[in-house]
Structures are given as structure tokens and as C-alpha cells.
């Protein structure tokens, strides 16, 4: 069984940052890769960014310049570092998680269960 958990929402002010953190853990034979998705209230879900397990990154058009996604594979956790939020990204952020368990036939992914962030004007 794998769980994963995110952590770093909150309420702040248009122009500030955040730093959204998410790890996996349980029976985890493999990560391939990690990333974040967001839902604002009325909207699909949409990828906000993506990072493999060696590196590499994939961003939204609205997050290029403004969000920084890292990830430490050793902990098993990714992060998604905001600058300049806008009210227009305001939503629940969630986190998934590309992976094997030890147990798994296949690869799959495990989503958490979000973090709201929330930007004022």
C-alpha cells in the first residue's frame, strides 16, 4: 500500500510564494516520476508540472518562469516552489506519484489527496 501526502497550502497575497512538498511512502519498489496537478472550483484537473526520477522537467504553459519543481528521490518526495502567484491559481493542488511496488505487476499512479491554495488580490 502506498500513500501520498501533501503538504504546504495555504492563503497568500498575490505576487507572494509558496512551497508545496509531497511524499510518497509504503512498499515502493520504484519511482519513475512525480509531479503536480491542480483543480480550481468548475475546472479539470490540469498538470501543472512533472519531474522524472533523473531529472528532467515538464511545466504547464502558466507555470514556465514562475514554479520550480525539484524532487529528492531518495526521500521519495517532490516539491513545487510558487513565485509570483496570482489569484488565477488559486485551486487544490494535487500530487502523483509514478511508481512499482514491490508487490505490483505494473506501474501506476498514486494521487494524494490535494492542498489548497488559495491567492488573494
Known amino acids: 500500500q502506498v500513500q501520498v501526502v501533501e503538504s504546504g497550502g495555504g492563503l497568500v497575497q498575490s505576487g507572494g510564494s509558496l512551497r508545496l512538498s509531497c511524499t510518497a511512502s509504503g512498499s515502493i519498489s520504484t519511482i519513475y516520476a512525480m509531479g503536480w496537478y491542480r483543480q480550481a472550483p468548475g475546472n479539470v484537473r490540469e498538470m501543472v508540472a512533472l519531474?522524472?526520477?533523473?531529472?528532467?522537467?515538464n511545466y504547464a504553459g502558466f507555470a514556465k518562469g514562475r514554479f520550480t519543481i525539484s524532487i529528492d528521490i531518495a526521500k521519495n518526495t517532490v516539491y513545487l516552489q510558487m513565485n509570483s502567484l496570482k489569484p488565477e491559481d488559486t485551486a487544490v493542488y494535487y500530487c502523483k506519484a509514478d511508481l512499482k511496488t514491490s508487490v505490483a505487476i505494473r506501474r501506476y499512479d498514486a494521487w494524494g489527496q490535494g492542498t489548497q491554495v488559495t491567492v488573494s488580490s
Open positions: 519531474i522524472t526520477s533523473g531529472g528532467n522537467t
